[in-house]
């Protein structure tokens, strides 16, 4: 098969979806590999690198999609990508459809078949979620401590404290992969954490984490209370490719403390705090009653060396199952991940989120 690798144009986006080991890989398969010129410089990955294990360069994004039939990428195409792709192509890529109605019309009107890495679900597990989930979570507590530093518009608070000063309070709601490890990050750093979710398994995994994490059933009245005096807030709660619940409201947020702060980490999927709205890495954050915002929508992209390793990784299997022909669409996991196919809506999330 003819396989694609375009250059990520989301703005400060420097992952890219197959490292040079990976697309070696391809090649031995028999595959022809393409990767769009300067695609993984950011990443650490000269073109020199891709051409070395027969991987073939292409100048622009116009050669890229004319050549390939498989396009693989980071993040969901804009409006560049969207002019480039045809009925023909089968794209695979986060797509977080549930909140871009707009995008999804646009693949509609395309026709192609749209396999989502957030979907892709195996043994009850999302494999292609998990590694960004695990980077966005450390980025969510190395982000929200340093805007709780007061040049940044925070209160001035240290998150782990000092002996004679308290020591600072991280609200965590969810506690699956993303949750799990803003929690435990700030456990580490010496914060106080409180970590809310509805799974006792998770909820036991979070106690376990050191006598500084309290973990508590997600009832509404008891998230509205722990959230009025918390310094930072990481909101990371995933219904698989449906729309995140809203866990805070505006109410919520103008109880909080001039200079908290609000990491949403659902934001690909809509956001869990009613105050969110998508923000990128050139204007990551706003305020709002005080408190402030991030809710940049490709944060594991501030690190693309290690997010392309590791999203090279978990996909690799799953691209050379999709090249292998069209039997790929008995394989159960990836017929899961079917989010738009020929003009139509598949996932069923999907169909529920949008009607």
């Known amino acids: 098969m003819r396989i694609g690798i375009p250059a990520e144009t989301k703005t400060l986006e420097g992952r890219v979806a197959l490292v040079p080991a ?18 993984g410089e950011k990443s650490g990955f000269t073109d020199e690198a891709y051409a070395k294990v027969g991987v073939q ?38 797509l977080h459809l549930a909140a871009e109605p707009e995008l999804t019309r646009r693949l509609l009107e395309i026709g192609l078949t749209g396999v989502a890495f957030e979907s892709v679900e195996e043994n009850g597990q999302l494999p292609l979620l998990l590694p960004m989930s695990v980077i966005a979570g450390r980025i969510a507590i190395q982000v929200g401590t340093t805007l709780l530093h007061r040049p940044q518009g925070g209160k001035g ?41 509805k799974r006792p398994d998770r ?12 973990a508590l059933y997600a009832y ?36 909080m403390e001039k200079g908290s ?34 809710c940049v929508t490709n944060m594991p992209g501030a690190v693309p060396q290690t997010s392309s390793l590791a999203i090279s990784a978990a996909i690799l299997p799953y691209v050379l199952r999709l090249a292998a022909g069209d039997d790929w669409r008995e394989f159960e996991p990836l017929a899961k991940g079917i989010n738009v196919e020929a003009g139509k809506l598949v996932h069923p999330a999907l169909k529920g989120t949008m009607g």
């Not at 105050?275 to 402030?292: F, K, L, N």
Request: net charge negative; proline share 4%; glycine share 8%.
């Open 261 to 294: 702060v609000l990491v949403d980490i659902s934001i690909d999927q809509g956001g869990c705090f009613e105050t969110s709205r998508p923000t990128t890495w050139a204007e990551p954050t706003y305020d709002v009653h005080g408190v402030t915002h991030f």
């Open 57 to 94: 360069i292409v100048p622009d994004a116009a050669a890229l999609y004319a050549a390939a039939e498989l396009i693989v990428k980071v993040k969901e195409p804009i409006e560049g990508d969207l002019k480039l792709l045809k009925k023909h192509h089968l794209l695979f890529c986060y």
């Open 22 to 39: 990976a697309a070696a890989d391809l090649v031995r398969h028999g595959h022809t590999v393409y990767i769009q010129s300067g695609a």
């Open 220 to 255: 509404e009245s008891s998230v509205a209370e722990e959230v009025r005096d918390a310094d930072l807030v990481v909101g990371a709660v995933l219904i698989p490719s449906a729309r995140a619940p809203r866990v805070v409201s505006e109410a919520m947020v103008r109880t």
């Open 157 to 197: 608070k240290l998150l782990g404290g000092m002996a004679s000063t308290p020591r600072g309070k991280v609200v965590v709601l969810g506690a699956g992969a993303a949750g799990g490890q803003a929690a435990a990050l700030a456990a580490a750093a010496g914060a106080n954490v409180v970590v809310f979710d």
């Open 203 to 214: 909820l036991a995994a979070m106690m376990a984490l050191g006598p500084n994490v309290t």
